[in-house]
């Protein structure tokens, strides 16, 4: 039962890590990119990361549940510094000057296409 | 004292899942080094001058339901940046622009960087800049930037905002 659960969230959480992948190679700019990085992250690693203390937990004894628990507190870590880092990267970027894509220039390109 | 007192003991419980060594030796190099580290600098933790203990107590009261409700919004938000990801016409879909928002009820420094943060975690927007009490926030499609502010600043306002900073506006 809880090699089950424990292979569902290894398989989920890998397969979020995937979508974030293609997101950050297939978005158009700078801020979607940061949208895909950042946020397929934290669910895929607290996923990845929960499934690593389950499994850890079967062994049922107190060394392993010490072990869990530092696990645990990675993830309150990456719940905390994933935001921050997106944050921090999208306003480097804004200041740099970087403005969002729109996709108004997917129509006038469009348009010129069919001309 | 009583703030040098609650970072000892949070330092101390650290200390303990951090070694997981339970002899007389390690323990007490433990807290040695948790009374050094609160004393000078305990005052740094919970050091917010508007914050009474009742308003402390009703954040760790209101925590745990505000997290359930993030990490529900963190599922969504997922789901909706792979369904993007994946979606064939990608690029039609999405709208992306930037949106400035002014909050009205979050007047504590701490409370407008939840709200930042949680902006963040939330389906499709990134906080860009925060200045003060304007967010510029970038929101990827119509349906991320729809579905801001609310109900995320009252939710942050409920949790986290002390009840003293809104008395004293009113006495001004």
Known sequence: ?115 | MFKQLLTFILLFINWIIFSGKFDLFHIAIGLIAALIVSLLSGHFVFDSPNRKVKDYLRTAIKMPFYIVWLFWNILKSNFYVIYLAFHPNMKKIISPRLLQIKTNDLKDEFSRYVFAQSVTLTPGTVTVLAESDVFTIHAISDYAAESLPNPLESKVKNTFEPIAINNLEENV
């Open chain 1, 1 to 115: 039962m809880i090699e089950l659960i424990v292979k569902i969230l290894l398989i989920s959480g890998t397969f979020f890590f995937l979508g974030t992948v293609v997101g950050l190679i297939r978005f158009p700019d700078f801020f979607t990119r940061v949208h895909a990085a950042s946020k397929g992250d934290t669910l895929s690693s607290i996923m990845l990361l929960s499934g690593l203390a389950i499994y850890n937990l079967s062994e049922n004894s107190f060394d392993s549940l010490l072990v869990s628990l530092k696990i645990v507190l990675i993830i309150a870590f990456v719940f905390i510094a994933s935001p921050a880092a997106a944050h921090s990267l999208t306003e480097a970027g804004f200041l740099a000057g970087y403005r969002p894509w729109t996709n108004d220039l997917v129509d006038e390109k469009e348009k010129e296409e069919e001309k």
